[in-house]
């Protein structure tokens, strides 16, 4: 069989040989791969008719709907590209990222339509919006009123077509643009290293507008897998389908799994299909996770990515989750995946580190994104010239190859002279019985320039004694990673993906210093 070289070969390919086989699923909705083919060539002939052409972009505000993924693969047949938003964001940076973009149509789900009315005239460039769902849907009659347009556009294989924006921890989120070549290298390497085939039964249940929804979708498109599709990720919904649909693959965040853990009779449910269950984005408090390896044995999969490399780039797997001899691997995102590599590189000079040292966490594989989106100075500080991508995670690798992910670099702590990674000091308060959940933070200090802060979330029906908090840290942390003092909030800021905010934490510490740190 051909390798494809664009992601529209990968439609035709399961068009041409499992023409009657279901494709995707949503609600009370299916659709097999001949039917899913018509659809986004009707897509594909609804954006030419609306002018939408080679090195175009349109967006998409919408929860989980099967029409981003078509409009998607519509993108890739035209030349465009799908600049999906973030539906969380707040909106004046829901403006920025369209505006951004240059999208020339904006499709919004109904959640969203009183919102894009709001925003509607700080967008010069959007020259129509169209409606997604609900009782004014304007979406389905686009594709009725547009015969298949059997045209596809020479794309080569670094030609963009669909952008998905960074999660924006730190200043305004910018549009990795992901590539058929990067896109076809992480769909190989995942299907490869998870054993995921056209049998199989994948579940979509994270958004869209992140890698883990729709590069996580475009896998199972690659290997001809069923995609069972969810609109929002509600932890008894994600459960009801895993035994409904016989779901064997799926990817969920640690903070979701947190309160699947929490259902009630979840030990009673049926897992049996289900093979392999990744989970990412954020660390995975140990208390979860022993939860989880109860609940879901031998199936555990840690993935480590980003959105600049399409998804996975590395994964530790179930041998590793249930080694007792290996217990301190839980706390490592485990191994390159196929087609991967990944150095420890010295943040200032680039220079490789030796075994065990910390440093930035560099990553060359064909699943790159082509660059930031008009951005060519981020690019270029981002992706080297011999094609390695500076990951901004601080990490080392041990011995046998496992990456341990730190922090962020720019979250790291600098007390005395002394690097301080809050990760560290997260995983020892997490283990503390009256800690729901834990960020450590750097605040200002006159004698060290910066000390580690604990903030807490108290576990429920538990209250937190900041003093006794502090005594269990110096139980077991070296004196000066210790935090000074424990801060009490109802609940951490976070974004889509999970990801702690820390600049929102740092914020009031920082404010009216000469000195900041973002």
Not at 472 to 495: I, M, Q, T, W
């Amino acid at each position: 069989m051909p390798v494809p070289s664009t992601v529209s070969d990968l439609i035709s390919r399961w068009e041409r040989e499992r023409p009657d086989v279901e494709a995707l699923r949503f609600e009370g909705s299916s659709w097999t791969w001949q039917q899913l083919a018509q659809r986004v060539r009707r897509a594909a002939a609804a954006l030419r008719a609306n002018g939408i052409g080679p090195g175009d972009r349109i967006a998409v505000l919408d929860l989980n709907h099967p029409s981003c993924l078509e409009l998607t693969l519509a993108c890739a047949r035209i030349g465009a590209a799908n600049a999906i938003v973030n539906f969380r964001l707040a909106p004046p940076e829901i403006v920025y990222v369209i505006n951004d973009a240059k999208a020339k149509i904006l499709f919004v789900g109904p959640e969203f339509t009183a919102a894009a009315a709001q925003i509607r005239d700080k967008l010069p460039c959007v020259e129509r919006v169209l409606r997604i769902g609900g009782d004014a849907d304007e979406y389905e009659p686009l594709l009725t009123a547009h015969d298949p347009d059997i045209a596809v556009h020479p794309a080569r294989p670094d030609d963009c077509f669909v952008q998905l924006y960074t999660s924006g921890t730190t200043g305004f989120p910018k549009g990795a643009m992901l590539t058929h070549r990067g896109i076809l290298a992480h769909s190989a390497n995942v299907a490869t290293d998870f054993v995921l085939g056209d049998d199989d039964a994948v579940q979509v249940a994270m958004p869209l507008f992140h890698v883990g929804g729709t590069s996580y979708a475009l896998v199972a498109i690659h290997v001809g897998a069923r995609m069972v599709m969810l609109r929002t990720p509600d932890p008894v919904a994600v459960l009801d389908m895993v035994e409904r649909e016989r779901i064997t693959h799926t990817f969920l965040v640690p903070a979701l799994l947190a309160a699947i853990t929490q259902v009630p009779g979840v030990d009673q449910r049926d897992f049996s299909a289900l093979r392999a269950l990744s989970y990412g984005a954020s660390p995975m408090p140990l208390p979860v996770m022993r939860a989880c390896l109860t609940l879901f044995p031998g199936r555990l999969h840690q993935v480590y990515g980003m959105t600049e490399a399409a998804g996975v780039v590395s994964s530790l797997g179930p041998a590793d989750h249930e080694n007792p001899a290996a217990e301190h691997r839980l706390v490592s995102a485990g191994t390159p995946i196929h087609g991967v590599e990944i150095e420890i590189r010295d943040p200032a000079t680039g220079e490789p580190v030796s075994t065990g040292a910390p440093g930035e966490i560099w990553v060359r594989t064909q699943q790159l994104m082509s660059g930031y989106w008009g951005k060519p100075e981020a690019t270029a500080e981002t992706i080297t010239p011999d094609g390695w991508l500076r990951s901004g995670d601080g990490g080392y690798l041990d011995a046998d190859g496992y990456v341990y992910v730190t922090d962020r670099i720019k979250d790291m702590i600098i007390s005395g002279g002394e690097n301080i990674y809050p990760a560290e000091i997260e995983r020892v308060f997490a283990e503390h019985p009256s800690v729901a959940d834990v960020a450590v933070i750097g605040v200002p200090d006159d004698h060290w320039g910066e000390v580690p802060m604990a903030v807490v979330v108290a576990a429920p029906g538990a209250s937190i004694d900041e003093n006794a908090l502090l005594a269990y840290g110096r139980e077991h942390l070296a004196s000066f990673k210790c935090p000074r003092a424990v801060a009490v909030v109802d609940e951490l800021p976070r974004n889509p993906t999970g990801k702690v905010l820390k600049k929102e934490l740092r914020k009031p510490y920082w404010a009216g210093r000469d000195r900041t740190i973002v």
